[in-house]
């Protein structure tokens, strides 16, 4: 009887939780990290309910100008822009330049950074159970687009050229703690970017290769993208060995591994690991620096989760936001547009 | 005797009947979980449907005559549930939604399209003298497998390429939606705005 009364009660306090998703009562970020928290759980506690727990995570846009007047036309016509104004540069002015980059570096490192802590740091089984249910086979990959950086167009190159939120995530710590943003991101365990070019220490065979370009629009997505295989251990273990990581730590990966041969990526298609092909990004000069800015989080190993496959990566990359970039990381999107 | 044995039956009874009543709520807390749980599912996937609709329009509405854009269609759960259609303003068999105008909607992939606009899905009105929609992809539903003279295409689960462009003459102004990028044109002779 008492156990009944208290079921009745759970079920009813997490009802009146559910019921507040979506009210003003909470920001965006906090709706959808508690939503992440409630799918991951919901498949500990009623299996096969997970498919039932919409993921309410919607995705930030940030434009980063230089001045009331800029103005992001990668947003055009979409709602719910937050435009930050990025300190004045003077012309000709070193410092001032350093100034903005820095800030641009900060925005980027926050959004990665907080993407990372909404979806559970990559170890919570967010999609994998759903998968069937929700029209993709387990091998597939899913997506969750957290937030799109777009430059204006009244930023200049020369600040774009001076960005390296690599360099910043290892040095700045995250606001209220005492972690750098790369340790904070793997708990702690490493305070540098892996070096993913360590070639030959760990082979992986290559099934398809994938092409990472440039993009003509100055605008970054943070992806957050989740695969799990019942049969990705050995994979798993090959490209962490690659990596120079140790299986089921996180890690982050050098911005400018991605572009280089040896490689190992994420495809929507199948399992992981398809070689990167190292035709380099398109553009040269400042846009090329800006497009370097392509940073990867990652971890994998076990999810906590009661399904038969636990084994899986979630990667959270920062990727030009266009259709053959997403295409090639993500099998399908969930989330709010 | 007799008392002590009816004591225990009313005991009996009286906790039979508090746990019918415990069961009883707890029924219906977890049938209106369900719903509820349902209908936040059910009112994202159309929330995101709605989003996209405005996001194409709202791009169509920043062009110039003559100018054209291209933009990601970022996909959503359900997407494929979903089709993009279009009607210019003297076209038969449009949502009634439309009024006199073209318009471009985005509605549940379910029987016939005008139908199906109309009912639940999401239109919106320009002053154009039409609105095309086009697509050349594997996922493109044509005109006879849907059985209705209505293009409909379906919204794509990740990620699709929109190009938009303004087409404007002397005599008549039209808007194309292109989810893919396609070879041929349409032309759709209409009436000059005024």
């Known amino acids: 009887m008492i156990m009944l009364i208290l079921a009745v009660l759970g079920f009813l306090i997490v009802l009146a939780f559910l019921t507040q998703l979506g009210t003003d009562s909470y920001s965006s970020d906090e709706i959808c990290k508690l939503s992440v928290l409630s799918r991951a759980t919901a498949a500990e506690v009623l299996p096969g309910t997970q498919a039932s727990v919409p993921l309410q995570c919607t995705t930030n846009k940030i434009c980063l100008a230089a001045g009331d007047n800029g103005a992001c036309a990668q947003f055009t016509g979409e709602k719910s822009v937050v435009k930050i104004i990025l300190p004045k540069v003077k012309v000709g002015d070193s410092a001032s330049e350093e100034q903005q980059a820095l800030q641009i570096e900060r925005h980027l490192a926050e959004s990665m950074y907080n993407c990372w802590n909404m979806m559970g740091q990559g170890k919570l089984d967010i999609f994998g159970s759903v998968s069937k249910e929700l029209g993709f086979s387990q091998a597939q990959s899913a997506c969750v687009i957290c937030t799109r950086v777009a430059i204006a167009d009244d930023v200049n190159n020369s600040v774009l050229a001076r960005v390296n939120t690599e360099e910043y995530m290892e040095r700045n710590t995250v606001p209220g703690t005492s972690l750098t943003y790369v340790q904070a991101m793997t708990d702690g365990a490493t305070s540098s970017y892996s070096d993913f070019r360590s070639e030959g220490k760990g082979k992986i065979e290559s099934t398809e290769a994938v092409q990472i370009e440039g993009s003509s629009q100055k605008e970054t997505a943070f992806v957050f993208m989740q695969v799990k295989s019942k049969t990705i251990g050995d994979v798993l273990t090959n490209q962490l060995q690659v990596a120079g990581v140790v299986a089921g730590s996180a890690f982050v990966a050098k911005p400018s591994s991605l572009v280089s041969a040896g490689r190992f990526v994420f495809t929507p298609a199948g399992a992981i690991a398809t070689a990167v092909i190292a035709t380099g990004v398109a553009g040269t000069g400042a846009y090329n620096a800006w497009q370097g800015q392509i940073a990867a989080a990652g971890y994998c190993g076990e999810f906590v989760s009661k399904s038969e496959a636990k084994q899986g990566c979630s990667l959270l990359q920062a990727i030009p936001y266009n259709v053959k970039d997403i295409r090639n990381l993500c099998g399908t999107i969930e989330g709010n547009i | ?194």
């Open chain 2, 1 to 194: 005797m007799i008392g002590k044995m009816g004591r225990k039956g009313e005991d009996t009874a009286l906790k039979n009947f508090v746990s019918i009543i415990i069961a009883v709520i707890g029924i219906v807390a977890v049938v209106y979980g369900i719903v509820k749980l349902s209908s936040i599912f059910i009112n994202q996937e159309s929330a995101n449907a709605k989003n996209t609709l405005e996001n194409i329009a709202g791009r169509l509405e920043a062009l110039e005559a003559g100018q054209s854009s291209t933009f990601l269609l970022q996909g959503f759960s359900g997407a494929d549930n979903w089709v993009v259609s279009a009607w210019n303003n003297t076209q038969s068999g449009r949502p009634d939604k439309c009024y006199f105008k073209s318009c471009l909607c985005v509605c549940p992939l379910e029987g016939d399209v005008s139908e199906s606009c109309q009912q639940k899905g999401f239109c919106q009105t320009f002053d154009y003298t039409g609105v095309v929609v086009e697509q050349l992809t594997a996922r493109a539903l044509m005109d006879s497998d849907l059985g209705y003279e209505t293009q409909a295409f379906l919204l794509p689960v990740n990620a699709a390429e929109c190009r938009i462009e303004l087409v404007k003459d002397s005599s008549s102004s039209f808007a194309r939606v292109q989810l893919e990028p396609k070879i041929t044109q349409h032309y759709y002779p209409a009436t000059p705005i005024s």
